[in-house]
């Protein structure tokens, strides 16, 4: 579904929140927090937009999702030939899976993921593999679709989902149909509190949260135990 998305998978971002996907880049950019010298993973980095954030201030950052079609499209938008690992301009794309990821134990500073936690079979066992891979002491930071704040704009929003996005999407979307979906696990997800009990199930410590454009969208950060595992 995502290999079919991939083509204009930035557009349809672009046009459905309405510019909003840009201020959320830079929230996540800013929640990461990357560095001089530290390795960032970025998980469901699809083309790979939204991995560019992290390097701006010298850190490393590796692109990694499950759709090798959307890490294809982002690789040759920036010259390259395709995913082999290499680097382009900055940015490396691995092929891999939230559930199994191709790294050793401790090897990041930070983890983030970016509008795909939605997407995998089992939250808390994701969570637990991303902490694995994370260096004691290190954040996690997951940017997810939410639950509105605001009573009166949650119906309007809630409209949205169900009358104008599906008629926006056939006229924009190389795959139409793959935004049914997106609607539906929107309205499915756990709301702010729930996923940061989620989180704290997973064992990451030092769980908050940040409601963007009136909580639509939920910026979580936590950090790995210092101890260890």
């Known amino acids: 579904m995502f290999d079919r998305t991939a083509r204009r998978y930035d557009l349809v971002n672009d046009v459905l929140s309405l510019g909003q996907d840009r201020f959320w880049r830079r929230a996540t950019a800013s929640a990461v927090d990357a560095g001089p010298g530290e390795l960032v993973l970025d998980l469901a980095a699809g ?106 704009f949650e119906l309007v929003y809630s409209q949205y989902l169900l009358k104008l996005l599906p008629p926006v999407t056939r006229a924009v979307s190389s795959n139409p149909d793959s935004y049914e979906y997106l609607a539906e696990s929107i309205r499915a997800w756990p709301d702010q509190a729930a996923l940061a009990r989620l989180l704290q199930e997973a064992g990451w410590e030092r769980v908050e949260w940040r409601n963007l454009s009136l909580g639509i969208v939920a910026l979580h950060r936590a950090g790995k135990p210092t101890g260890g595992k």
């Open 47 to 152: 083309t790979g937009t939204s991995t560019e954030t992290f390097t701006g201030l010298g850190a490393r950052a590796i692109a990694c999702d499950f759709s090798l079609g959307m890490l294809r499209t982002g690789a040759q938008r920036r010259g390259g030939s395709g995913l082999h690992g290499g680097g382009v301009r900055g940015v490396t794309f691995i092929g891999g899976d939230a559930l199994k990821l191709p790294f050793a134990d401790d090897t990041f500073d930070a983890v983030t993921i970016s509008f795909g936690l939605r997407n995998v079979n089992d939250t808390v066992a994701a969570l637990r593999e991303m902490r694995r891979v994370t260096k004691p002491g290190g954040r996690l930071v997951v940017c997810e679709f939410s639950k509105p704040t605001v009573k009166p």
